[in-house]
């Protein structure tokens, strides 16, 4: 008994260096770890699957780098890990594409994603995801519980929270108040070195034709004034604050 | 060329408009609780949708079938015009360009800016996008006088998600993006009962309160208007002080706007350092309230 349960994962970059003279980022030897909501959506994932029984799927849309990534989620719980290379930066509508084709040749009840990505936060992909897949979303929850072959959330939004319920097969959308993800003890991440992972390349066709026109990071041009002495630093932020309130 | 408007958020939707107006004739889309407020910003038409919350997939739905009379679309980027724009996107299969901060037109393309890595860069992007989400707190609203017409409809499509119990939250008319000086707090503050100690500083200014994403969406110790950030409100005072936060990317995202950004934290190596033009290293329990009484003379 139990559920199937799937995990979309997202992988990011450890640390974006930029060069200070173009503005631009470098990528040269960057590290990729599992992308801050995609921990939350594991942990939501490996609970469901402690509460209820089942078994926990990860697929990550990614590239290369993306089996160490595959081996975080799983030290925190999932069971098995599927890959699909060909991940396109910036295009959100084709990781939905991919990963909808991926996870309707595998039998699921219920899907958990991050609610956006800590990197690019288009928040695109657990929308149109649904839409493909044809299964209702509940978006944005912050609590999970499952009866009766159903899920009901507390959706958390801008102006109130809600309750929202459907029923499987669906997807669930969580945010960074959901849970605090754990961290893996040494001896889980040795064990999710012998889990199955299968790595494959996607089958449809990146078409993606916009034109970047540049991508920045704006001047900083701060004056970076610090003070490591109590006495004097307050001193001075004082004369500071009257100059602005006056 | 026309453009439909559409958020949860009514003040979301006027800011909108004043982004808009020059470039579209301006319809929008909204519930039937904000239609009186939304009368004078400029709309030709107005759907009057009956109710004052739906699924996402409906309101999607009702979106993409206005997509022939209406050439782009403009959705207000909360938690739920998120949603129905990345659906209103994968149904219609037009293009979608999210949380925008800058848009124009050039030779029938459009031209979009939006915060990437977190907030780290800008990227700017020409595209033949039909769809966006607009981020909040873009544009100050500006009336205009308009005599819309009003379209009442009820949405066709019914979803699957059953709506249950409403929580309300605690809510502020404030608007943060429009504040002089903003005293901002972080985690560094240990209990909400010392929350005293900040507004007791940030009234002597006469400032306003704001915080960082735990301390607005995950403790509630603020409203989560007063949420600073790439999730929350991009805010340009005058004066932004930071007060026991990190200063990680996802929180510098919404305070870059700042003219002069000062730092209290006790850990020298915090990024928010790296983002201040004054920084203090120290306990903020004894730094803050020798600020308070020095200021209150
Ligand atoms: C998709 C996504 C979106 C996000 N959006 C936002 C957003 O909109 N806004 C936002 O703020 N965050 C956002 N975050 C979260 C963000 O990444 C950080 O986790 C968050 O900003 C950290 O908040 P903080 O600085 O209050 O807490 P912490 O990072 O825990 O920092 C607390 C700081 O307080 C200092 N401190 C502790 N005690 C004291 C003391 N006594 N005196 C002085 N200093 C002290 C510490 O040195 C530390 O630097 C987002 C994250 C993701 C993944």
């Known amino acids: ?246 | 060329m026309k453009a439909l408007l559409f958020s949860d958020r009514p003040l979301v939707t006027a800011q909108m408009s004043s982004l808009l107006c020059d470039y579209f004739e301006i319809g929008f889309m909204a519930y039937s609780k904000d239609y009186e407020s939304l009368k004078d910003f400029g709309a030709k038409e107005i759907i009057v949708i009956n109710g004052e919350y739906s699924p996402a997939e409906s309101l999607a739905r009702e979106i993409v079938s206005y997509m022939k009379e209406y050439d782009y679309i403009f959705i207000g980027a909360t938690v739920l015009g998120r949603e129905v724009g990345a659906m209103a996107a994968a149904i219609s299969g037009a293009e979608m360009k999210s949380e925008i901060i800058e848009f124009g037109i050039k030779d029938g393309k459009t031209t979009t800016k939006r915060l990437y890595y977190g907030g780290k860069t800008v990227l700017e992007e020409e595209s033949n996008a039909k769809i966006f989400t607009v981020s909040q707190g873009l544009k100050e609203t500006k009336k205009i006088e308009s005599s819309p017409k009003k379209n009442e409809i009820e949405l066709k499509t019914k979803s699957s998600v059953e709506l249950g119990e409403k929580i309300q939250k605690a809510t502020t008319s404030t608007d943060i993006t429009k504040a002089d000086i903003i005293v901002s707090i972080g985690r560094g503050l240990s209990k909400k009962e010392d929350l005293s100690i900040i507004t007791d500083f940030a009234s002597v200014m006469h400032a306003e309160l704001a915080g960082s994403r735990p301390i607005c969406a995950d403790y509630h110790w603020l409203e989560e208007e007063r949420q600073v950030g790439l999730s929350g409100k991009k805010v340009n005072p005058k004066l932004y002080i930071a007060i026991g936060i990190s200063g990680q990317i996802q929180h510098i995202a919404g305070m870059r706007g700042s003219k002069t950004v000062i730092a209290i934290n006790k850990d020298k190596s915090a990024p928010i350092f790296s983002e201040c033009d004054y920084g203090i290293v120290g306990d903020l329990y004894s730094i803050v309230p020798k600020l308070t009484k020095i200021l209150r003379g």
């Open chain 1, 1 to 246: 008994m139990g559920y199937n349960i799937i995990v979309c994962i997202k992988q990011i970059a450890n640390d974006i260096e930029i060069d200070p003279q173009t503005r631009e980022p470098v990528f040269s030897d960057t590290k990729y770890r599992l992308e801050d909501l995609s921990r939350n959506a594991v942990e939501e994932a490996v609970r469901i699957k402690e509460k209820y029984g089942g078994k926990v799927t990860g697929i990550l849309f990614g590239t290369e780098q993306s089996t160490v990534v595959m081996k975080e989620a799983m030290a925190m719980g999932a069971d098995e890990g599927i890959i699909v290379k060909g991940f396109k930066e910036n295009s959100p509508d084709f990781t939905a594409k991919v990963l909808a084709e991926r996870i309707k040749r595998i039998q699921y009840d219920i899907i958990i994603i991050g609610y956006a990505s800590a990197d690019s936060y288009t928040a695109q992909v657990p929308g149109a995801l649904s839409i493909l897949l044809g299964i209702p979303l509940l978006g944005s929850a912050i609590k999970t519980e499952i009866a009766d072959n159903k899920v009901r959330i507390t959706r958390e939004s801008d102006d109130f929270d809600i309750v929202e319920s459907a029923s499987m097969p669906l997807l669930v959308s969580v945010t960074q108040e959901a849970n605090e993800p754990r961290l893996p003890l040494l001896i889980q991440v040795m064990a999710a070195a012998k889990k199955p992972m299968s790595i494959e390349e996607t089958a449809l066709k990146y078409d993606g034709i916009d034109k970047i026109i540049g991508n920045k990071a704006p001047e900083s041009g701060r004056k970076h004034i610090i003070y490591e002495d109590e006495g004097k630093g307050i001193e001075e932020i004082v004369k500071i604050i009257k100059g602005e309130i006056s």
